[in-house]
């Protein structure tokens, strides 16, 4: 008897085996992307990104290369989802600021982590919720974030 259990076994994990890869591979080969911000990822371009809305969505509020002292009373305190498509290497980390003039509470969107879909869940570095508080930015490297990075 213990030797048909372990002949069932043996065959359930090769039959098993021979279905999940080819289940990957069906999956690698798609072409579907995500909702909002995967949808809105492309190649990096240098810009950086923010909207309205969760996921990348509403009204877009800015897309620049470069720094921002103040965004404006159009975007001042809207963000609610952020990208950064700029490039790696030097200074490849956006960094978000409470205040105009890159002041107040700051976190950072890291080259490697895209985008951050939902800032309500994110705080600057003084503790201050990043959703609906940014008022400027400007490209940083890894080690001028305060240690706040957004996720």
Not at 24 to 50: D, H
Request: with cysteine.
């Amino acid at each position: 008897m213990r030797k048909f259990t372990v002949t069932a076994a043996l065959l359930g994990l090769t039959a098993l085996g021979a279905v999940v890869p080819a289940a990957t591979a069906q999956a690698a080969e798609s072409t579907v992307t995500g909702p909002g911000c995967n949808s809105k990822w492309g190649p990096r371009n240098g810009n950086m990104y923010a909207w309205q809305d969760l996921d990348c969505t509403g009204t877009q509020l800015i897309a620049t290369p470069g720094n921002s002292a103040n965004w404006g009373a159009a975007a001042n305190d809207k963000a609610t989802s952020v990208m950064n498509r700029g490039f790696v290497g030097s200074l490849d980390h956006v960094a978000f600021y409470q205040n105009d003039l890159h002041r107040g509470g700051v976190a950072c969107l890291a080259p490697g982590e895209l985008y951050a879909d939902n800032l309500t869940d994110n705080r600057f570095n003084n503790g201050v919720i990043v959703n609906d508080n940014i008022t400027s930015h400007r490209w940083v490297n890894r080690g001028d974030c305060g240690g706040a990075f957004l996720t």
